[in-house]
């Protein structure tokens, strides 16, 4: 791993592979030093779910307005591609960064996305100028879809969103993996530190996550675990791991062994 292993977005480059959200914190306070903890350079932020217009002091806005971190305005609470795409038109007229998350929900009691509305909001945003990073199902077909349209990176989910139930389907993601030209970023469902780890593993550019820190009882430690697990994970995958076998093989040579 070098220096110049950097997770590559379109026109940005960063060098944590963790991205973060800022809900479900407990305060402005507590959010600010779980940031600070991951790491991270790229965090996400509802777009419907803040007051775009409180600028003061101690308010959400005013912590991500000081340009620490590349803000990424996320869609989340949108149903129709109409919805998704007239939301961050209103992002970038108020100046935030034309980096995007694109989410457009199909049920309330799975979050699980809308892919044909995805399909529909991704084509127009990229026709706009947009560098667009679609949260999608882990579905091969999708995402190779998603890429065509011309999307920055693709953002299969583990799991639902909130649930901490981990990487449920490994070998759709390496598909995924397999046939994507852009960068393939794990997005919801990771629970805790192992579940990041195995992502990166996997061969997975980045992994974004909320819940698992925000609602973890230790949320900036938890944070901390999450950095230190992308990157294990990373190097991980970049080392290549010894192929399983299914019966032993001895660590120490057998010749010339003391008769």
Known sequence: MTEDDALVIGAHRFHSRLIVGTGKYKDVDETRAALDASGAQLVTVALRRIDLGDKAAGSLMS?????????????????????????????????????????????????????????????????????????????????????????????????????????????NLRIILEQAKVPVIVDAGVGTASDAAVAMELGCQGVLMNTAIAQARDPVLMATAMKEAVSAGRRAFLAGRMPKRLYASASSPETGLIE
Do not use: H
């Open 63 to 171: 912590l991500l307005l000081t340009k620490r971190w590349t803000v990424l305005p996320n869609t989340a609470g949108c149903y129709t591609a109409e919805e998704a795409v007239r939301t961050l038109r209103l992002a970038r007229e108020l100046g935030i960064a034309d980096l995007v998350k694109l989410e457009v929900i199909g049920d309330p009691k799975t979050l699980y996305p809308d892919n044909e509305q995805t399909l529909i909001a991704a084509k127009e945003l990229i026709k706009e100028g947009f560098t667009v990073l679609p949260y999608c199902m882990d579905d091969p077909i999708v995402c190779r879809k998603l890429e065509d349209l011309g999307c920055a990176a693709v953002m299969p989910l583990a799991a639902p969103i909130g649930s901490g139930l981990g990487i449920r389907n490994p070998y």
